[in-house]
């Protein structure tokens, strides 16, 4: 059964749409959905299966676990995991035909004293983030390594650190060092079926169409890559929705929430809501942020506490009343609040803050009728 109290509404259509503007605009470049973290908080099981059924043949994520999440749901086909790989998951790795990232010689020792032959791995090459890789030079000795020992080294790949950001200069050099590590590779014999490169932001700027996929997580959600240009293209697949638990009217003077951080000037009329914190809504918004309430905004008054937050209904001309519809994130009327303008108000990215919607809050998954 499902409590109105607050949930997720997860637009598969949208997550649809969005895939397949990347498919259709990187082609021959192939989209692989990155759906690390819960697929950035949006439910990894559910948007797997219908990224599949839309035609996606690779799947990304960062740890084996949440590869094998996914193996157990059914998802069958191909998995890249980009971390750290445990080698006390080996066993399991091989029995569900994970595929692994290779990131460093004295970890590839590691697995291979765990792993004699077998396994099917990409190397991650270093070109700039000092993360995770070898850098270019150390890289093809790895590579060498890899293809000797009796592994299969499937693909190579690097990230960009900077792709969000205006000044291009630093990913074209990127890109630039990638490509001549890709040259040495091939001078010595080594084919390598899978190369990728772009994440959202480097698939949309920069002409990746020679690598085979691009790596595709927070605009397939239909959140924006960058703060540097806006997709029009790209539809939110999350909706984050509550109800009003009580609503009362203000004396002057009287205050509202731990700390009492708000005090009213005037009467008001105030309303709570019935999320906080412990729900993953973050308590920065405390005196910051909005909601949606009867298709207009109403502003947060006071703290967030763990599990409400008390919100100004005094400008609404019909007072809400328990059990209507609050809006924390998306669309009500003409209204919409964006992933974007909370990470604005709380100083992050759009990223963080639907990484951290908290399993407390149920997601409920629904398809569009009419999708365009
Ligand atoms: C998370 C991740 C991505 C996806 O990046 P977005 O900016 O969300 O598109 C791509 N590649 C790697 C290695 C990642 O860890």
């Known amino acids: 059964m499902l409590s109105r109290r607050t949930f997720l ?5 949208a997550y649809i749409n969005n895939l397949m503007f990347f498919s259709r605009k990187l082609s021959p470049t192939k989209v692989m959905a990155v759906v690390k973290s819960n697929a950035y908080g949006h439910g990894a099981i559910e948007l797997s299966r219908v990224a599949i059924e839309n035609g996606i043949n690779k799947l990304a994520v960062a740890f084996v676990e949440e590869a094998l999440e996914l193996r157990e749901a059914g ?18 790795v091989l029995a569900n035909d994970l595929t692994i ?21 990409h190397l991650n090459v270093d070109t700039g983030m000092r993360r995770l890789g070898p850098d270019v030079e150390s890289a093809l000795k790895l590579a060498k390594d890899i293809v000797d020992s009796g592994y ?5 790949y690097t990230h960009f650190a900077v792709a969000d950001e205006r000044d291009e200069s630093f990913s074209l050099r990127q890109l630039r060092d990638f490509r001549r590590f890709l040259e040495s590779i091939r001078k010595i014999g080594i084919t390598i079926p899978i190369i990728h490169v772009a994440n959202s932001a480097g698939a949309l700027r920069f002409n990746c169409s020679e690598f ?8 397939s959600y239909g959140l924006q890559p960058s703060e540097a240009f806006q997709i029009n293209e790209l539809e939110p ?33 105030v309303a709570t809501v019935p ?11 405390s005196n910051r942020g909005e909601v949606l309430i009867g298709g207009k905004r109403c502003k947060i008054l006071g703290r967030v506490c763990m599990d409400q937050f008390v919100v100004d209904v005094s400008h609404l001309s019909k007072k809400p009343k328990i059990g209507d519809e609050v809006v924390l994130i998306g ?12 990470a604005k108000l709380i100083d992050t990215i759009n990223y963080e803050v639907t990484c951290t919607i908290t399993s407390r809050v149920p997601r409920i998954y629904r398809r569009r009728e009419n999708s365009r």
Do not use: C, H
Request: net charge positive; aromatic share 12%.
């Open 9 to 13: 509404e997860i637009d598969l259509t």
């Open 75 to 92: 998802v069958k086909i191909p998995i890249i995991v980009f971390n750290y790989f445990d080698p006390e998951y080996s066993k399991e």
């Open 101 to 121: 990232t290779i990131y460093s010689e004295q970890q590839f020792k590691r697995i291979k004293e765990r792993v004699p032959e077998g396994l099917k791995v």
């Open 152 to 156: 299969f080294l499937e693909g190579v």
């Open 212 to 219: 085979d996929y691009a790596r595709i997580g927070i605009a």
């Open 237 to 269: 697949v999350l909706s984050w929705k509550s109800v009003v638990s009580y609503v009362k009217k203000l004396k002057k003077g009287d205050s509202i929430s731990y700390g009492r951080t708000f005090i009213a000037r005037k009467e008001m009329t």
């Open 275 to 285: 999320v906080g914190y412990g729900d993953g809504y973050n308590r920065k918004l």
């Open 331 to 342: 669309k009500q009327g003409e209204e919409r609040i964006t992933v974007e303008e909370i």
